[in-house]
Protein backbone atom coordinates (compact mmCIF):
# COMPACT_ATOMS: atom_id res chain seq x y z
CA UNK A 1 0.00 0.00 0.00
CA UNK A 2 1.21 3.03 -0.86
CA UNK A 3 2.10 5.39 2.20
CA UNK A 4 0.82 8.63 0.89
CA UNK A 5 -1.86 7.27 -1.09
CA UNK A 6 -3.70 5.34 1.62
CA UNK A 7 -3.67 8.71 4.00
CA UNK A 8 -7.05 10.24 3.68
CA UNK A 9 -7.93 13.51 3.18
CA UNK A 10 -9.61 15.48 5.54
CA UNK A 11 -12.51 17.72 3.78
CA UNK A 12 -12.47 21.21 5.03
CA UNK A 13 -15.73 23.06 6.48
CA UNK A 14 -17.26 25.01 3.27
CA UNK A 15 -15.87 22.47 1.20
CA UNK A 16 -18.62 20.01 -0.76
CA UNK A 17 -16.66 17.20 -2.44
CA UNK A 18 -18.68 14.76 -4.62
CA UNK A 19 -17.94 11.94 -7.19
CA UNK A 20 -19.46 12.48 -10.81
CA UNK A 21 -18.81 9.14 -12.44
CA UNK A 22 -14.90 8.75 -12.57
CA UNK A 23 -14.34 12.63 -11.62
CA UNK A 24 -14.34 13.94 -8.32
CA UNK A 25 -15.63 17.19 -7.87
CA UNK A 26 -14.44 19.69 -5.63
CA UNK A 27 -16.54 22.89 -4.59
CA UNK A 28 -15.45 25.53 -2.07
CA UNK A 29 -15.62 29.64 -1.13
CA UNK A 30 -13.02 29.92 -4.55
CA UNK A 31 -14.37 27.96 -7.29
CA UNK A 32 -15.39 24.47 -8.67
CA UNK A 33 -12.47 21.90 -9.76
CA UNK A 34 -12.95 18.71 -11.13
CA UNK A 35 -10.73 16.13 -10.93
CA UNK A 36 -10.65 12.49 -13.26
CA UNK A 37 -9.77 9.32 -11.62
CA UNK A 38 -7.54 6.91 -13.08
CA UNK A 39 -8.87 3.87 -14.11
CA UNK A 40 -7.63 1.34 -11.33
CA UNK A 41 -8.45 3.97 -8.66
CA UNK A 42 -11.55 4.17 -6.62
CA UNK A 43 -12.81 6.93 -4.23
CA UNK A 44 -14.77 7.13 -1.96
CA UNK A 45 -16.43 10.14 0.26
CA UNK A 46 -17.72 9.56 3.64
CA UNK A 47 -17.01 10.90 7.06
CA UNK A 48 -15.74 14.16 6.16
CA UNK A 49 -12.62 12.62 4.41
CA UNK A 50 -11.76 11.29 0.92
CA UNK A 51 -10.34 7.53 1.06
CA UNK A 52 -8.52 6.36 -2.21
CA UNK A 53 -8.01 2.78 -3.18
CA UNK A 54 -6.52 1.40 -5.83
CA UNK A 55 -8.29 -1.98 -7.60
CA UNK A 56 -5.08 -4.00 -8.16
CA UNK A 57 -1.49 -4.66 -7.31
CA UNK A 58 -0.25 -3.77 -10.72
CA UNK A 59 2.72 -1.56 -10.76
CA UNK A 60 0.74 1.29 -12.65
CA UNK A 61 -2.09 0.73 -9.72
CA UNK A 62 1.13 1.39 -7.37
CA UNK A 63 2.33 4.41 -9.19
CA UNK A 64 -0.92 5.86 -9.62
CA UNK A 65 -2.45 5.74 -6.42
CA UNK A 66 0.12 8.07 -4.47
CA UNK A 67 -0.24 10.56 -7.37
CA UNK A 68 -4.14 10.75 -7.50
CA UNK A 69 -4.59 11.10 -3.85
CA UNK A 70 -2.15 14.45 -4.22
CA UNK A 71 -3.82 15.59 -7.58
CA UNK A 72 -6.75 15.71 -5.12
CA UNK A 73 -5.27 17.14 -1.82
CA UNK A 74 -4.10 19.90 -4.48
CA UNK A 75 -7.98 20.45 -5.89
CA UNK A 76 -9.45 20.80 -2.04
CA UNK A 77 -6.92 22.88 -0.95
CA UNK A 78 -7.26 24.97 -4.33
CA UNK A 79 -10.66 25.86 -3.57
CA UNK A 80 -9.79 26.51 0.08
CA UNK A 81 -6.68 29.12 -0.01
CA UNK A 82 -5.94 28.90 -3.79
CA UNK A 83 -2.09 29.01 -4.72
CA UNK A 84 -0.03 31.90 -6.33
CA UNK A 85 3.43 32.23 -7.76
CA UNK A 86 5.49 35.39 -7.78
CA UNK A 87 8.22 36.10 -10.15
CA UNK A 88 10.87 39.04 -10.96
CA UNK A 89 12.48 40.60 -13.44
CA UNK A 90 16.00 41.59 -13.40
CA UNK A 91 17.63 43.63 -15.79
CA UNK A 92 18.03 47.08 -16.73
CA UNK A 93 15.39 48.48 -18.90
CA UNK A 94 13.40 45.07 -18.16
CA UNK A 95 9.72 45.44 -17.29
CA UNK A 96 6.17 44.03 -17.26
CA UNK A 97 2.98 46.16 -17.88
CA UNK A 98 -0.32 44.42 -17.62
CA UNK A 99 -2.99 45.72 -20.89
CA UNK A 100 -6.77 44.02 -19.85
CA UNK A 101 -5.93 40.12 -20.70
CA UNK A 102 -2.64 40.25 -21.84
CA UNK A 103 1.16 40.57 -20.27
CA UNK A 104 3.37 42.22 -21.71
CA UNK A 105 7.24 41.70 -21.35
CA UNK A 106 10.01 44.06 -22.55
CA UNK A 107 12.73 41.87 -21.79
CA UNK A 108 15.78 42.97 -23.97
CA UNK A 109 14.47 41.34 -27.43
CA UNK A 110 13.86 44.01 -30.44
CA UNK A 111 9.86 43.63 -29.74
CA UNK A 112 7.61 43.35 -26.89
CA UNK A 113 6.53 39.87 -25.97
CA UNK A 114 3.06 39.59 -25.43
CA UNK A 115 1.66 36.62 -23.19
CA UNK A 116 -2.29 35.98 -23.29
CA UNK A 117 -3.52 35.69 -19.64
CA UNK A 118 -5.05 32.01 -19.72
CA UNK A 119 -8.40 31.46 -18.18
CA UNK A 120 -8.79 30.37 -14.36
CA UNK A 121 -5.39 32.71 -13.12
CA UNK A 122 -5.18 35.93 -12.22
CA UNK A 123 -1.90 38.06 -13.35
CA UNK A 124 -0.98 40.94 -10.88
CA UNK A 125 1.93 43.25 -11.68
CA UNK A 126 2.82 45.32 -8.29
CA UNK A 127 5.59 47.30 -10.15
CA UNK A 128 7.16 46.65 -13.31
CA UNK A 129 9.96 44.14 -12.15
CA UNK A 130 7.36 41.88 -10.13
CA UNK A 131 4.33 39.48 -11.04
CA UNK A 132 1.85 37.65 -9.14
CA UNK A 133 0.36 34.46 -10.91
CA UNK A 134 -2.63 33.03 -8.80
CA UNK A 135 -5.73 30.65 -9.08
CA UNK A 136 -7.29 27.75 -7.52
CA UNK A 137 -5.47 25.05 -10.25
CA UNK A 138 -1.98 24.12 -8.72
CA UNK A 139 -0.65 22.92 -12.12
CA UNK A 140 -2.31 25.83 -14.24
CA UNK A 141 -0.72 28.13 -11.91
CA UNK A 142 3.26 26.74 -11.89
CA UNK A 143 2.70 26.30 -15.48
CA UNK A 144 1.81 29.64 -16.49
CA UNK A 145 4.63 30.70 -13.91
CA UNK A 146 7.22 28.75 -15.84
CA UNK A 147 5.97 29.55 -19.72
CA UNK A 148 6.52 33.76 -18.73
CA UNK A 149 9.82 32.42 -16.78
CA UNK A 150 11.01 31.01 -20.42
CA UNK A 151 10.33 33.99 -22.52
CA UNK A 152 13.29 35.13 -20.93
CA UNK A 153 15.34 32.59 -18.59
CA UNK A 154 18.02 34.50 -16.40
CA UNK A 155 21.43 33.92 -17.82
CA UNK A 156 24.46 32.79 -15.81
CA UNK A 157 26.55 35.81 -16.17
CA UNK A 158 24.70 39.03 -15.06
CA UNK A 159 21.76 36.93 -14.27
CA UNK A 160 19.30 39.02 -16.22
CA UNK A 161 16.03 37.88 -16.98
CA UNK A 162 12.43 36.70 -15.68
CA UNK A 163 12.89 34.16 -12.52
CA UNK A 164 10.86 32.84 -9.44
CA UNK A 165 10.91 34.90 -6.10
CA UNK A 166 14.18 33.79 -4.03
CA UNK A 167 15.51 31.54 -6.91
CA UNK A 168 19.41 31.10 -7.04
CA UNK A 169 20.83 31.78 -10.47
CA UNK A 170 24.09 30.47 -10.90
CA UNK A 171 26.52 33.03 -11.49
CA UNK A 172 29.79 32.25 -13.64
CA UNK A 173 33.04 33.98 -14.30
CA UNK A 174 33.71 36.28 -17.39
CA UNK A 175 36.60 36.32 -19.78
CA UNK A 176 39.89 36.28 -17.60
CA UNK A 177 41.72 39.07 -18.20
CA UNK A 178 45.01 38.30 -19.09
Given at each position: MSRIGKQPIPIPKGVDVRLDGRTLVCKGPKGELRQPLDHVI?????????????????????????????????????????????LEIVGVGYKAVLQSKKLVLNVGFANSIEFAVPAGVTILVPDQTHIEISGIDKQLVGHTAAAIRAVRKPEPYKGKGVRFEGEQVRRKAGKAAK
Amino acid sequence: MSRIGKQPIPIPKGVDVRLDGRTLVCKGPKGELRQPLDHVIEASVKDGEVVLTRTSDEKQAKAMHGTVRALVANAIAGVTKGYSRKLEIVGVGYKAVLQSKKLVLNVGFANSIEFAVPAGVTILVPDQTHIEISGIDKQLVGHTAAAIRAVRKPEPYKGKGVRFEGEQVRRKAGKAAK
